[in-house]
């Protein structure tokens, strides 16, 4: 496909009519203006230039040039709020108005070009409600900081170093100490095969732990690999010296019943929230109340136009507008 960076139209605060302040956080109707109007002009040269009969490509191309645009209002959002000395909670919230604004525009325009089914929906609400809820994180109002997770190979080299120091104390002769290094080599062989990634979607660090989180929208009818994959990281984590503490967070309510889930749950290695419960723990750790923001302004069947929403409802995919 060709490059299309060179056709998005380009963001300058003084040209134009969305002009930027603290009460951006209030002024929706114009933000979804604003995307809609240069979706417009994006979807004009992606259809001239990508072609009307290449879906998928004219699907991508405008998800990339709504995120550009979003990518640029959202920097100047923040050099205006620096240079402005807005609160923290003003910032998040125009941060969090403008992502949402931009799905709701992405969201229309990809289901304009290729109309959306059951499976490529629920894939990309995953695909957006993971940084919608990171933004929290991103621009927090409690004093939290990000950490780098640990490599599991350097996990693997301590571990090692440590059982091999204790092998060394034990009253056996060298054969035997080899023979018992030689059996606990074979088990980190089959762990290694798996190909451990101690890295999650989110880390911080706050007065008492490191917190480790998984965002899921939710579970499908074949989670038994992903959910054995993270018992086995939290089973890691839970056995390092720092006070490393793993969270999960589901956007769906209904997931408390799933089986994947309440193992997970019941697991004692993981801590598992759905729906509201989910909304408490961001708001717990970050300091912001995102599920009244959710409220107050999230309304995706307004918000959309009456051909997308009609869709949706044609084909029953409302569920995963839950949020």
């Not at 801590?271 to 708001?283: P, Q």
Request: proline letters at 3%.
């Amino acid at each position: 496909m060709k490059d299309l960076s060179l056709f998005q139209p380009s963001f300058d605060r003084t040209g134009l009519d969305l002009n930027i302040d603290n009460t951006l956080k209030n002024r929706k109707q114009d933000i979804l203006a604003y995307f809609r109007e240069r979706a417009s002009e994006s979807l004009e040269v992606i259809r001239s230039t990508v072609g009307s009969n290449d879906y998928r490509g004219m699907a991508d191309a405008i998800n990339k040039a709504v995120t550009k645009t979003r990518d640029s209002v959202i920097s100047s959002v923040r050099q205006v709020a620096e240079a402005e000395k807005w609160k923290r909670s003003e910032l998040l919230e125009t941060v969090l108005i403008v992502t949402y604004c931009s799905y709701v525009v992405m969201i229309d325009n990809r289901n304009e070009v290729w109309p959306y089914d059951y499976m490529a929906f629920s894939r990309r609400i995953g695909e957006l409600w993971e940084p919608f809820c990171k933004l929290c994180f991103d621009y927090p109002i409690n004093n939290i900081s990000p950490f780098i997770p640990p490599l599991f190979s350097e996990v693997k080299r301590q571990l090692v170093k440590e059982l091999k120091d204790y092998i060394a104390t034990l009253p056996l002769d060298d054969e035997q100490r080899s023979e018992l290094i030689k059996y606990y080599e074979k088990v980190w062989t089959m762990v290694d095969a798996g190909q451990v990634q101690l890295e999650l979607d989110l880390h911080f660090v706050t007065k008492r732990s490191k917190i480790n989180v998984d965002f899921k929208s939710g579970f499908g009818s074949n989670e038994k690999g992903n959910t054995n994959r993270l018992l086995l990281v939290a089973s890691i984590y839970s056995n390092l010296p720092d006070n490393y503490k793993c969270v999960l967070l589901v956007r769906s309510e209904e997931d408390t019943n799933n089986n994947y889930f309440k193992t997970l749950k019941n697991s004692g290695i993981w801590e598992a929230h759905c729906g509201s419960a989910a909304y408490d723990k961001i708001y717990e750790y970050s300091g912001y109340d995102l599920k009244s923001f959710v409220q107050n302004n999230v309304d995706w069947d307004e918000d959309f136009t009456e051909s997308t929403t009609r869709h949706f409802a044609e084909h029953e995919l409302g569920t995963y507008l839950k949020w």
